[in-house]
């Protein structure tokens, strides 16, 4: 358990890697059945990833194939759990943050900036430093 961890919100490593790499392979698949055409419609995929990963959708615009399958990579070693990748918590958290934002929205505020400054705050860094690990910061890859 992190510092800054809630006792009713227990967070693995392990089990953070293991649901992002399950996101990460289905990112690359959906892009490679949109580049090869294999996938006649994808939006009940869009959909099913968007409910479990709130905000992975703008992933799939911005991180570039090369990306995607390093992300897998990464989070496939077994040595994962001992040695994450710098990302890997800020991005598993503002996607459970999200989560609860959408579930209950506040009026006038953006769920994913309310999600962020939660996220921050339960890493201890400042927003910005939080939306840098979060959304990588280059301009936004197109897909086929």
Not at 44 to 49: G, K, M
Not at 83 to 112: C, D, F, K, N
Not at 130 to 144: D, E, F, G, I, N
Request: one cysteine or more.
């Amino acid at each position: 358990m992190t510092c800054t961890q809630e006792k009713n919100d227990p967070f693995s490593i392990a089990d953070a890697a293991r649901a992002m790499r399950e996101k990460y392979a289905e990112l690359a698949a959906l892009r490679q059945h949109a580049r090869d055409g294999t996938l006649p419609d994808p939006r009940p995929r869009l959909r099913a990833l968007a409910a479990r990963f709130p905000g992975a959708l703008r992933e799939l615009d911005q991180l570039t194939d090369d990306e995607l399958r390093a992300r897998v990579a990464a989070l496939g070693r077994p040595d994962v759990a001992s040695r994450p990748p710098p990302w890997l918590e800020p991005v598993a958290r503002y996607h459970a943050a999200l989560s609860r934002a959408l579930a209950t929205p506040t009026r006038g505020q953006r769920p994913s900036t309310r999600a962020l400054a939660e996220v921050a705050a339960e890493l201890g860094l400042d927003l910005a430093a939080t939306r840098a690990l979060v959304r990588p910061t280059r301009p936004a890859a197109r897909r086929p």
